[in-house]
């Protein structure tokens, strides 16, 4: 019923020239929505659901595509012929055909699978779309078991590195926090960081768009990076290495020719711990070695400082300062 079949209903009522059929829908509604003593206001939470999901049902069976439909009820007697209570009729079918899509998906959900991975844990996981999932320790991500929208989205809370699946008629969104990215097919790593409060984004395959809600950080593309600030809304693009973005991936953690600064960010991923040096010089220190799955953080730190002419210390909450010279 458009526009138009509504506003010809109405009037014909008010005018008491409208069918029998005509007089029961428009009293019909009256009753379920503007008399004060409808069943409605009676109904206990599991009835309001069950005449929910019927209505759902009758919608479904009588709606034309973007069209608004009234649904015959049982009239009731006693009904005034208000023209505020005609008005709201009018309301109530153009609130039912602008509010049909948050219908369906009250009544019908989105269920969400959510994978929560322990610490010093790292789980991988793949969607129903053949897209696999490296989710860090200490961090939760929830999909659908199916994607069966015009989009493929999830939400993350933490760290995982994505390998998508190309659909370039499903693009593939992530959820974190308020920060939305957005690919078609690529492969790239999300870092969501509650202490600094930030959200970084770094691409190794493909090309990646990042937003803040309706806001567009920028598109970036391999050994290329988004950080962005969730406090005061700044955000940064810069090119970096994307291979210690997703070192915590690795069982054994490879140090090729790095700074110390860089083995600082590894060690920090891979075992949840801060550490700050005493002086750039220190920070600067390059080397290459291997640290085995399995070893000590102790255990490594000993090593590096000796390679490094510096020492380290544990503090009393847990973090750990480097300190030395610096090298040559």
Not at 146 to 174: C, M, Q
Not at 213 to 227: D, H, M, V, Y
Request: hydrophobic residues 40%; contains cysteine.
């Amino acid at each position: 019923m458009s526009r138009i079949d509504i506003e010809d209903l109405l009037d014909r009522y008010l005018k008491g020239e409208a069918s029998p059929e005509e007089i029961n829908r428009v009293e019909a509604w009256l009753n379920n929505t503007g008399n004060p003593g409808s069943e409605w206001k009676q109904m206990d939470k599991a009835s309001r659901d069950q005449w929910l999901s019927g209505l759902f049902g009758e919608i479904s069976e009588s709606i034309s595509t973007n069209e608004p439909k009234v649904i015959v009820m049982q009239p009731r007697k006693n009904l005034w012929r208000s023209i505020a209570a005609v008005a709201a009729v009018l309301a109530i079918s153009f609130t039912l055909y602008l509010a049909w899509p948050l219908l369906q998906n009250s009544l019908h959900p989105v269920t969400l699978t959510a994978l929560n991975v322990p610490a010093n844990q790292k789980k991988q996981v793949m969607l129903a779309d053949g897209s696999k999932i490296w989710v860090n320790a200490g961090s939760q991500l929830k999909y659908p078991q199916t994607f069966n929208g015009k989009t493929r989205e999830v939400y993350l809370s933490g760290e995982a590195y994505f390998d998508i699946k190309h659909d370039a008629s499903k693009p593939f969104i992530i959820h974190t926090g308020k920060v939305i990215t957005t690919v078609l097919g690529t492969a790239f790593n999300i870092k969501e960081d509650n202490l600094q409060h930030t959200v970084v984004v770094t691409v190794t395959r493909g090309k990646v768009s990042v937003a803040n809600g309706n806001e567009a950080l920028g598109t970036i593309t391999p050994n290329q990076q988004i950080s962005f600030n969730t406090v005061n809304k700044q955000h940064t693009k810069q090119d970096v290495d994307a291979k210690q973005a997703i070192a915590w991936q690795d069982t054994d953690i490879h140090f090729d020719d790095i700074t110390f600064a860089d083995a600082a960010t590894q060690l920090q991923q891979r075992f949840k711990v801060k550490i700050s040096f005493s002086n750039d010089k220190i920070k600067n220190c390059r080397f290459t070695g291997t640290a085995i799955e399995g070893e000590k953080l102790d255990k490594i730190l000993k090593v590096i400082c000796a390679f490094n002419n510096a020492t380290y210390q544990i503090k009393a909450d847990g973090s750990i300062s480097i300190d030395g010279p610096g090298c040559n």
